[in-house]
């Protein structure tokens, strides 16, 4: 579906804006990571602010649908654009506006990407800790708008933590300044809090005011092969302070993923048995070597002897990590790629349950996690969007949200989830979700068909569960 000519004209026509109707553009902007076709109408590059309010007046005289997009690099859909709408394509606006030592923070244009901000901060001496797997390419806008994480959420968390302040165009047209520079501010409810993790839906982000970290004199990386049979949830356990300092992330990777990311070039990892990837940071080389003691004491009492392998710089042991992913697109092709969380106390439960869920629908399961916040991504190897994958997706989502968890730790709700956001929201927080969203975007313009349960049915039979209300 085009555009209309009189929609069409009236875009061209405004400042800042630069519209592309090409079929290149159509087709490799109109996608994420997901499996979903993409069908824009146009896509658009904007030179600010001003443009993107000029855009949302336009959007709503027109009823056209605006999907904003960093780096496109969502797995369920969030970036994916509908049928006729249009791509607000913010990559572009990829300034650093600022960086402040006293305050700590850092003031970012959207389309910042998240690992070229690090390297811009280090000369600075500070970090911004959320670190997904995609951060070569993802943006900080995308980071914002899903409240990403990585490994180093285990000691930081994810970034919404680091969120201090942000300016939005909302559905409505308004512009939306919320949060303060202030390390602290009491005031709730929280405007801030919304539109982190709201995937477009509610704003346009087109400023971001992050807090950051001092970065640490030294990091270590460090690979620690599993034998069979450890109880990872045990083993976690064993490793949270005070059993140890300075440990900032805590990944693992089962047998078969340590084993195809050993096959991808220059990984340098061993591939015979499940790995969990550790960093930790010190000061210095003395304080360094304590940690490291320490460390090896607790993974002991989690029932862990082997040596762990050095990883001297802890960065290139991320980016490896980041490539679980590709490596498992190599050697599994198509598949359900999950993304969920449980309390830590019921992880093995989770992992006894995923086995039986992947044994008795046949399908072979490979696993990755971030394992020190229980927050795993099953990969099973059947079509998603088939009756077959969505049945094995519904089965694994039940059984985490029997066991208390979340059906989405970090990647978003996007176009797979909304209906399981459901079942964890109750009746109630459904109602209030919608209600913000009628607050920020009374035309429904921005990101239709994401995050949000659809009407049908409406809230009949919706249990008023909620976290409380479940074992
Ligand atoms: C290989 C790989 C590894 C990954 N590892 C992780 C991981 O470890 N942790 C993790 O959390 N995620 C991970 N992801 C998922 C994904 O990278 C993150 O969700 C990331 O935050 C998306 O950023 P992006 O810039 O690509 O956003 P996009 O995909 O472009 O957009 C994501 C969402 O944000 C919205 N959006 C984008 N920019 C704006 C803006 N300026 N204003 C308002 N809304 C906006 C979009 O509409 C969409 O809903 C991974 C993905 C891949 C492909």
């Known amino acids: 579906m085009s555009l209309g000519s009189e929609a069409r004209d009236e875009l061209a026509s405004l400042e800042g804006i630069a519209l592309s109707e090409s079929?290149?553009?159509?087709?490799?902007?109109?996608?994420?990571r997901s499996h979903f076709?993409?069908?824009p109408a146009g896509v658009v590059t904007v030179t600010g602010t001003s443009a993107v309010l000029a855009l949302v007046a336009w959007a709503r005289r027109h009823r056209i649908p605006l999907i904003p997009r960093g780096g496109g690099t969502s797995l369920d859909g969030e970036s994916v654009a509908t049928e006729g709408s249009v791509v607000v394509d913010l990559s572009g606006l990829g300034q650093l506006l600022e960086v402040d030592p006293v305050d700590r923070v850092a003031r970012v244009q959207p389309g910042v990407v998240n690992y070229e901000l690090n390297v811009a901060l280090a000369a600075h001496g500070l970090f911004f800790p959320p670190n997904p797997g995609s951060w070569r390419?993802?943006?900080?806008?995308?980071?914002v708008a899903t409240n990403a994480s990585g490994p180093r959420s285990f000691a930081y968390g994810p970034t919404r933590r680091w969120v201090r302040g942000l300016e939005a165009v909302l559905g409505t047209g308004e512009l939306l300044r919320a949060g303060s520079r202030a390390a602290k501010r009491s005031v709730g409810p929280d405007l801030l809090g919304l539109l982190v993790g709201s995937e477009g839906t509610l704003g346009l982000v087109t400023e971001v005011t992050l807090a950051l970290a001092p970065r640490p004199?030294?990091?270590?990386?460090l690979v620690v092969p599993l034998p069979g049979g450890v109880r990872l949830g045990r083993l976690v356990a064993s490793l949270l302070p005070p059993a140890t300092a300075g440990l900032s992330a805590v990944e693992y990777l089962d047998a078969e993923c340590a084993a195809a990311l050993a096959r991808t070039p220059g990984a340098r990892l061993p591939g015979g048995s499940p790995l969990l990837l550790l960093e930790v940071e010190s000061s210095d080389e003395v304080e360094e070597e304590a940690r490291l003691a320490r460390l090896v004491t607790a993974l002991a009492a989690g029932g862990v002897t082997s040596d762990p392998l050095v990883f001297p710089e802890a960065d290139r042991l991320w980016t490896v990590r980041g490539e679980s992913g590709v490596a498992l697109d190599r050697e599994l092709g198509n598949r359900l790629r999950e993304d969920l969380a449980v309390p830590l106390s019921r992880l093995d439960e989770m992992l006894a349950r995923l086995g039986?869920?992947?044994a008795e629908e046949g399908v072979r399961s490979v696993t990755f996690a971030h394992l020190g916040e229980a927050s795993l991504h099953p990969n099973l190897?059947?079509?998603?969007?088939?009756v077959e994958g969505e049945r094995v997706r519904a089965r694994l989502l039940h059984a985490c949200l029997e066991l208390g968890g979340t059906v989405s730790a970090e990647h978003g709700i996007g176009l797979v989830k909304p209906r399981f956001l459901r079942e964890e929201l109750g009746a109630t927080g459904l109602r209030l979700l919608r209600e913000v969203k009628r607050a920020c975007d009374p035309d429904g313009i921005l990101n239709p068909g994401k995050l949000y349960p659809p009407p049908a049915g409406d809230l009949d039979g919706v249990a008023d569960a909620g976290p409380q209300g479940r074992k």
């Open 23 to 32: 079929p290149a553009s159509l087709e490799t902007l109109g996608r994420d």
């Open 37 to 39: 076709p993409g069908s």
């Open 137 to 143: 390419s993802s943006t900080i806008g995308g980071n």
């Open 217 to 221: 004199g030294r990091r270590m990386g």
């Open 356 to 358: 039986a869920i992947a």
């Open 381 to 386: 190897v059947v079509a998603p969007g088939s």
